[in-house]
Structure formats: C-alpha cells, structure tokens
C-alpha cells in the first residue's frame, strides 16, 4: 500500500484526497505569504520596540513607510477570504465522503486552534488561534445557510467591520463567510481562467486605489490602527489579486507559479516555519535596538527564498506538507496518504 511508513501498522486505508486543485488559488496563497511574512517580521522580532522603550524616539524609516503604502493591512484579507474558500472546499468535500461532515469541520478548526495556541510560544501575534475559532463560530452559517446567505452576509459583515473599525479582527468573520460564499459560486475558477469580470475588477480596483492611498497618507503611521489605512489595504487586497490572476493568463504564470505555488501548497508549514526562523532569529539578533526596517526585510526575503526552493523539493516527494499532513489526518482521523506515488 502506497503512504508513509507511520500508516503502515494501520489497519485502517489512509485518506487519499482527490479534491480539484486550482494552481492559481495556490499561487495567490504563496504570495499572501510572502505580504504576510513582512508584516508579521517586524512585529516577531521587535524591531525597534527595545530602543524605544529606553526613550528613543523613531527615526524616520522610507522603506517602513513603503511597507505601510503596500503590504500592511493588504496581505491579510487576502489570506483570510482565502482560508474561507478553502473551509468552503473542505466542507464540500466532507460532505460527500462523511456521514457527519459537520463533526469533520469542527476537529478542522479545533485542530488549527491548537496549532495556534502552540505557536504562541514563538510568536504571541499569530493569528491561527483566532481563524481556527472564528471558523468555528461561522462553520454553522456555512453549512446551513443558502450559499447566497453565506455570501450577502459575509458581504455585509465585512462592509461594516471596514467602516466602523477599518478591518481587523472585527472584519475575520466577514470575510471567511465571503470567502466561502464565493468559493460556491465558482470564484477559483473565475481567477483561474481570469475573464472579463476580473479585468473589469481589477480596473475599479486601480481606479481606487488612487484615492484611498492619499485618504491612508492623512493619517501617518501603521495603517492597522486607522480606518483608511485598512480600507486602503482592502482596496489594494483586491487591486493584487485580481491584478496577479491577470498576470496568470500571460507568460509570467510560469515564474509565479515557480516561486509561489510551492509556498502555497504548504502555506501552514511555511507560516510557521518561517515565525519559528524569526523568533529564534530574535534571540541572538538585536532587532529591538535597530533604526531600520532593511534588514528585517531582507531575512524575509531570504526566509521565503529557501522556503520556495524547499517546499518545491518536498513537494516533488511528498502530498502535503508536514503540519498540513498532520493537519489533514487529525481533521480525518486517519492517516492521509503522504508520500506520492513513483509514478507520479
């Protein structure tokens, strides 16, 4: 029997799981990463907090402002509309090879809870532990609620959690429920084949993006504290991603797939992976007495690098990555089959 040799004392056939993969959706997964990962950097390592503490006063940073004008509060709703398509496929899945599918999505979001909880220790900030419950609270619209339920009330929530508090935790619910409402509807084929609805998008997109960059510039500093700093990131969420799934239709679909397809694939691994390098990086680096966001980047960037390069090496052996594969049996209660086939 092909799979790991952990399965092989079992009794029971491991789960081979022939969901439809949209290589574009893994694609797009990849890149949240990366956005995500730059975010999450400076806040693992302390950039900076150290001196301040003592008194000093910040120093004027252009490439942390770049940072705040294109990757703060712009990565994050993509990666959550993203884990809502993905509970959406999970489900629809279960639904079809378990008697009780709802029990299947509860171990899902309980499980991702505790991984979660367990990375704190790393990284305090990590927002596993928060998916993983609010996942579980929508799980009962999801699966009871018509499809355009899910998707008007996802709509909804996030238009008010976006005015009212400018994103946030507030605006998780939302978009899990818009995520796996448009999931239904067919969203990952529409960005894979990228038709004129998504030219039409992007361009309302761009047209806005405009505006709500000089509505963030009114009020200086992380975007993540302000309501026009996080409607602007939500503007250019969708501004990138429609703009990536137009790029996919052309020649540069094999050089993004190259680089963040393989990141995608093992999004969870590489999530926390690349907190664990940072933490352990903060300990024998003094981050919290630095001036400059370069070199915290720069590790980033190098972090996502190998990532790539060894998330493709796994993947060319292996199904899932490791804390997906964990992830996926827990969800199954029973292995699933890990390692591929020879000839595949």
């Known amino acids: 029997m092909a799979g790991v040799s952990i399965t092989a004392t079992t009794a029971t056939p491991p789960v081979a799981e022939t969901r439809t993969r949209w290589p574009f959706i893994d694609s797009l997964r990849g890149f949240a990463i990366l956005g995500i990962l730059l975010v999450n950097a400076i806040d693992i390592t302390e950039l900076g907090m150290a001196r301040l503490l003592e008194g000093g006063s910040r120093v004027p940073d252009p490439v942390r402002d770049t940072l705040y004008l294109t990757v703060q509060t712009r990565f994050v709703p993509i990666f959550i509309l993203l884990f809502g398509m993905s509970l959406w496929m999970v489900l629809d899945s279960a639904r079809a090879r378990s008697p ?162 393989p990141l995608g694939r093992m999004a969870l691994s590489n999530y926390v992976g690349a907190a664990i390098v940072m933490a352990l990086a903060a300990s024998v680096v003094d981050f919290g007495h630095m001036t400059a966001v370069t070199p915290v980047v720069a590790l980033s960037l190098a972090v996502i690098v190998v990532q790539s390069l060894l998330s493709r090496l796994w993947l060319a052996h292996f199904r899932y990555g490791p804390v997906e594969w964990l992830w996926r049996t827990a969800t199954w209660l029973r292995p699933v089959t890990l390692r591929r086939e020879a000839s595949q």
């Not at 818009?178 to 039409?200: T, W």
Request: proline content about 7%; cysteine-free.
């Open 100 to 261: 009780r599918p709802w029990l299947v999505m509860v171990r899902r979001m309980v499980v991702l809870a505790v991984i979660g909880g367990l990375l704190m220790f790393a990284y305090p900030g990590n927002i596993l532990l928060e998916y993983g419950v609010v996942g579980l609270l929508m799980l009962p619209v999801v699966l009871l609620a018509p499809r355009w339920a899910t998707l008007v009330g996802g709509a909804v929530l996030t238009v008010v959690a976006y005015a009212m508090f400018g994103g946030g935790l507030p605006s998780v619910p939302g978009l899990i429920l818009l995520g796996a409402g448009a999931a239904a509807f067919g969203l990952p084929r529409a960005l894979e084949s990228s038709g004129k609805a998504v030219a039409i998008t992007f361009t309302a997109a761009a047209v806005l993006t405009v505006p709500a960059l000089l509505w963030q510039l009114t009020t200086p500093g992380d975007p993540r504290f302000s309501t026009p700093g996080g409607i602007a990131g939500l503007v250019m969420a969708v501004l990138y991603t429609t703009g990536l799934a137009l790029l996919w239709r052309t020649r540069a679909r094999t050089a993004i797939a190259a680089i963040f397809e």
